[in-house]
């Protein structure tokens, strides 16, 4: 650092559990520099991934979005006009009162996700939708087919310290690609192996940068992986590794449960896994053996329509073995629960009308394409405001989705970085800040802190705020509420005191909070979460909320114990293939698929097929292939790969629609129908033909 730059704390506001504390150098002239993770911090530990460490890159970049625009021509067609940001807004607030007028107030739908994780830009939208009574949003992407698994089990949203894992004989990385997406999973992991030989074991569909560093791979079919779940509970009865005493006194049914698992042995799971029957005892055993087991259960879970079944199923060994008991022994998936946030201001709870529908986010597609029952009878949406989320991009069932945002009478308005495939389908786009160019607060998803990120640096041409948008357009569009007329410091302020965790200047003093709780509510010494206190077995699937997102006859027949639950969406003799579109190093969902560094290392779409597969279909290296099923195809160059099991395909992604050929990118092949219980796309559980296209790429 020289006598020019400044260091600023501040934390990653991607959508990563990692939320790293970082710190920034910013140069004279409002330049980023250097971007480190904050070694202070006990859970970042001084690491962060390559993408954010070069953010200069991103921030800074030429194609950023410097003012509002308009529409020229068609929609889609990519010409748009420069307008000033009066008009811009004057434009949108008509558009929506007009709409409002026409088919009522949930014609509007505000739409947004995790383009950015802090609480103040991300959900402020919430507040104008509350405000004004426009259509809800129910979140499923990446999220709810694997919290609702976790949840049923423990009871609370919540789990053992993930620093916890560097005490651990045994961790076991299970459905997260963590050397990629989350890169501090790795830190902890590896200390317990460098300071008590610990192993490392790694479930994942194939060998993955994670599963390269672990002492036991276990590479299961997409979709199966409760079956293995269930096998190693099995052998843990089997061979008198169970906590008899944990499970009398803290679970509500393990005598049922081990009459139940008796019939699921591991000849049985690996004619469903494809895993070895000696993987499944061994896998067994090292937990079985060791009581300090830590299970990282990951997103990963959410990717597959059973996912819930699975997640709910893995987090049951640590109960069944009493793992929880003792100190890198439990498991851990989200922290969400432990931050009690009183987000009464920060949503605008206090004006929300619970009557008002919720639309699927996964479903946007259907929803867009006037679906009856995905509308819940309602008025169709004419009316779209979108933040931090490209749904032309990273949706299922994308030619459906591309149909919907074509319609001639739905007005979209977009607030984003970058030109992004959504922003290029919009009549008026917006510039929107990045996260060193506003206030915001975050919470750690996969650890325990709060953390503040403050301004640092102005923002580039006429960029602004989702807060300051959604402020903007609820003074055109007359919502009023008390947090329309706070600053982004001030909504922090309010959120924090109102959930017991101090002041504004005090966080922005001591840069974060570690919010871990004792080691007796972490490990639930003296209860889980339900009711009962009693890790749950047998869940109440159809309690979950919110109802109405799942089929009932599908529901019922959601297995009552941890089993196989076959809803995937299995090969068959048209589509032979199984896909998964799994996380790129270099991007995040679609963000960074626009930096220089990412995208020459991750150098081109490719679809991995394993050597038995490449050799049936008569392809090579850098050969092209069309992989297609119901909901489209697109082009792709092979890459061999023996990772993973045969008939299946991993493309990892994502990619930006302008490199495939068609102009639509992977996801015109993934599904939006929903998983259970609460529903959830289900990205790696797609079966697809491949041809061959007989054409080298270049
Ligand atoms: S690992 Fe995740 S949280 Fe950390 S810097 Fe990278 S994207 Fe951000």
């Known amino acids: 650092m020289n006598a020019r730059s400044k260091t600023h704390y501040t934390a990653c506001p991607h959508d990563c559990p990692s939320t790293c504390a970082l710190e920034v150098e910013a140069l004279e002239g409002g330049i980023i520099g250097t971007v480190r993770g904050s070694n202070e911090n006990t859970y970042t530990a001084g690491v962060i991934c390559s993408k954010v460490a070069r953010y200069a890159e991103r921030i800074h970049h030429p194609e950023r979005l410097l003012q509002p625009l308009r529409r020229r021509g068609d929609k889609g067609g990519g010409s748009f006009e420069p307008i000033s940001w009066d008009a811009a807004l004057d434009e949108v607030a008509e558009a929506y009162l007009k709409a409002e007028q026409k088919h009522g107030a949930e014609t509007v739908w505000p739409y947004y996700y995790a383009g950015t994780m802090g609480l103040v830009m991300r959900d402020g939208l ?10 809800g949003q129910h979140f499923t992407i990446c999220t709810s087919l694997a919290y609702t698994g976790y949840l049923v089990g423990t009871g609370k949203l919540a789990g053992v310290d993930p620093r916890e894992m560097a005490k651990a004989d045994v961790v076991v990385i299970w459905g997260t690609n963590a050397a990629s997406t989350q890169v501090n999973v790795m830190t902890h992991a590896l200390r317990a192996r460098r300071d008590r030989g610990a192993k490392i074991v790694v479930i994942d569909t194939y060998r993955n940068a994670t ?23 099995h052998v843990l009865f089997r061979d008198g590794h169970a906590d008899r005493d944990y499970l009398a006194r803290y679970t509500d049914c393990p005598e049922e449960l081990e009459a139940h698992l008796e019939s699921r042995t591991p000849a049985w799971a690996s ?49 069944v073995t009493g793992a929880w008991a003792y100190e890198g022994g439990g498991a851990f998936y989200n922290n969400g629960a432990i931050y009690h946030w009183n987000r009464t201001l ?16 996964s479903r946007i597609g259907p929803v867009l394409c006037n679906d009856p029952i995905d509308l819940k009878d309602g008025p169709p949406v004419t009316a779209l405001f979108v933040q931090s989320t490209n749904p032309m991009s990273v949706a299922p069932d994308l030619n ?19 030109m992004t495939e959504t922003a290029a389908m919009a009549d008026i786009v917006l510039p929107a800040t990045m996260f060193m160019e506003h206030d915001d607060v975050y919470q750690g998803g996969g650890h325990q802190h709060i953390l503040y990120g403050p301004k640092i640096i102005d923002p580039p041409g006429e960029c602004r705020s989702n807060h300051e948008v959604v402020c903007a357009l609820a003074k055109r ?21 109102r959930s017991g965790w101090g002041d504004v200047e005090t966080l922005a003093r001591n840069k974060w909070i570690d919010c871990q709780p004792p080691f007796e509510e972490a490990h639930y010494v003296h209860g889980f979460g339900h009711a009962d206190k009693r890790f749950h077995f047998k869940p109440d699937w159809a309690g979950v909320a919110p109802r109405g997102f799942f089929p009932t006859e599908l529901l019922a027949t959601m297995p009552a114990l941890p089993d196989f639950w076959p809803t995937t969406e299995e090969a068959n003799d048209e589509m032979p293939y199984r896909l998964v579109t799994a996380p790129a190093r270099h991007f995040l969902n679609s963000s960074f698929n626009q930096s220089p560094t990412s995208l020459r290392r991750e150098k081109c779409p490719q679809a991995m097929l394993h050597p038995d597969d490449a050799q049936r279909l008569g392809v090579k290296q850098g050969d092209k292939v069309l992989l297609g099923n119901h909901r489209g195809q697109v ?64």
Not at 126 to 135: G, P, V
Not at 272 to 296: C, M, N, Q, W
Not at 650 to 663: C, S
Request: hydrophobic share 40%.
């Open 126 to 135: 919430n507040r104008l939708r509350h405000a004004k009574k426009y259509s």
């Open 635 to 698: 082009e792709i160059e092979v890459s061999i790969t023996d990772g993973h099991q045969r008939g299946v395909v991993i493309v990892e992604t994502l990619w930006a629609n302008r490199h495939f050929k068609g102009g639509l990118g992977i996801n015109v092949l993934t599904g939006a129908d929903p998983g259970g219980p609460i529903g959830g796309a289900a990205f790696h559980d797609n079966r697809i033909w491949m041809r061959p296209l007989g054409v080298r790429a270049v």
């Open 271 to 319: 004619a469903i896994s494809g895993v070895p029957v000696a993987t499944i005892e061994d896998f067994a055993r090292l937990i079985g053996e060791h009581r300090r087991s830590y299970f990282r259960l990951g997103y990963g879970f959410t990717r597959h329509r059973n996912g819930a079944i699975s997640m709910h199923a893995a987090s049951c060994i640590p109960a």
């Open 346 to 361: 920060l949503d605008g709870l206090d004006v929300r009308d619970p009557s008002v529908r919720l639309l699927d986010q």
């Open 477 to 497: 569009l007359g919502a009023e509420h008390a947090g329309f007329d706070m600053t982004a410091k001030e909504v922090v302020d309010d959120l924090l005191q």
């Open 211 to 233: 599963a390269r560093q672990a002492d036991l791979f276990i590479c299961v079919r997409p979709g199966t992986d409760s079956a293995v779940a269930c096998a190693v509970m």
């Open 400 to 418: 459906l989705v591309q149909r919907g945002f074509a319609r001639g009478d739905l007005f979209t308005c977009v607030h984003e970085q970058f």
